[in-house]
């Protein structure tokens, strides 16, 4: 009888302990799992809060920045600076851009002699230029187009038949394949950054017979869509149906050719500082943060533009 009740004691210890095993395992579990529920949810405000850190950041700087910002310079970069002009006010409201476009050349002795923040070049700057305490900033790739009007049976030139029609070797279309008409050239004015850009690539410095000399990308393409056996050259952007365009060596002129480096007409579209970028005002730097941005870099392809990195 002793030893059933010693039995029947060590069993129900034995279930006693099991219970209490049991229950301390619920117990650590529903603990385990409320702090990590605690975590998950201060993890996920964490989250939210720096969203919204992000965003208050950025409408700070926003309502920070004040005063205007002054672009000088080339016709061709026209389209791109218009655009990056309005985007950039519409996320600084209390900052002005202005925009003024009268050529490559003028637009860097304006940023030299301080009277902008910004010159635009549609070209490489010059050593002397440089030696002025001018900076080389790239924002964008464009291609130099060729021209004629709409009538022109010649629809692509080789790299020797465009300079023989520059340098005035080649005065007649029949000689080309086409029409026994008379070839009229036009060109930019000088301290144009396309006329230097184009004079440049193809060696023809100071070397060109132009018919006609224009002072705007807007005239030469007006020129050359009214004008029987004209020949002219554009930025890439401007493109329309009121001209016909040459291929170049077989080559057409899209950004894809260019970026492929099948196309020999390009050059740099330039936003020059005097001195670094970061040595800019805030608006300045500001600008140039945005068009070096991934959004900069979408509105350089929507005007028909390649990045420049």
């Known amino acids: 009888m002793k030893k059933n009740l010693i039995k ?24 385990t799992t409320a702090a990590e529920t605690k975590a998950a949810e201060t993890t996920t405000a964490s989250g939210a809060g720096d969203t919204t850190t992000a965003a208050a950041t950025t409408a700070d700087k926003a309502a920070d920045l004040k005063g205007s910002v002054s672009m000088v310079g080339s ?11 309005e985007v950039f006010m519409e996320k600084y409201p209390n900052v002005t ?35 002025k305490g001018i900076t080389e900033n790239i924002v964008a790739i464009d291609g130099i187009a060729v021209v004629t009007d709409p009538a022109n049976a010649v629809d692509n030139l080789t790299k020797d038949q465009l300079i023989a029609i520059y340098n005035g070797t ?10 026994d008409q008379p070839i009229v050239v036009i060109g930019r004015e000088s301290g ?12 023809l410095e100071d070397a060109c017979k132009y018919s006609n000399e224009l002072d705007s990308t807007g005239a030469v393409m007006a020129k050359v869509a009214s004008t029987p056996g004209s020949i002219g050259y554009v930025s890439l952007d401007v493109l329309d149906n009121t001209v016909n365009t040459f291929k170049l060596e077989n080559v057409d002129p899209t950004a894809e050719n260019i970026k492929a480096g099948s196309y020999f007409l390009s050059r740099p579209f330039v936003m020059a500082t005097k001195g670094e970028i ?6 300045v730097k500001a600008l140039f943060d945005y068009i070096y941005s991934d959004e900069g870099k979408e ?3 929507s005007v028909g533009l390649i990045p420049a990195n």
């Open 75 to 85: 016709t061709s970069m026209e389209k791109l600076a218009t655009a990056l002009s």
């Open 192 to 203: 144009s950054g396309t006329r230097s850009a184009f004079e440049e690539l193809l060696k």
């Open 8 to 31: 029947i004691l060590t069993a129900a210890g034995m279930a006693v302990l099991t219970m209490g095993v049991l229950a301390g395992c619920s117990s650590n579990t529903t603990e």
């Open 97 to 131: 851009v202005q925009a003024e476009f009268v050529g490559s050349g003028a637009g860097v002795e304006a940023v030299t002699n301080g009277a902008a923040d910004i010159g635009n070049a549609s070209r490489n700057l010059k050593d002397e230029e440089k030696s």
């Open 299 to 301: 509105l350089v392809k």
């Open 278 to 283: 970061s040595e800019q005002n805030d608006n």
């Open 170 to 179: 080649t005065t007649n279309w029949k000689d080309l394949g086409g029409a």
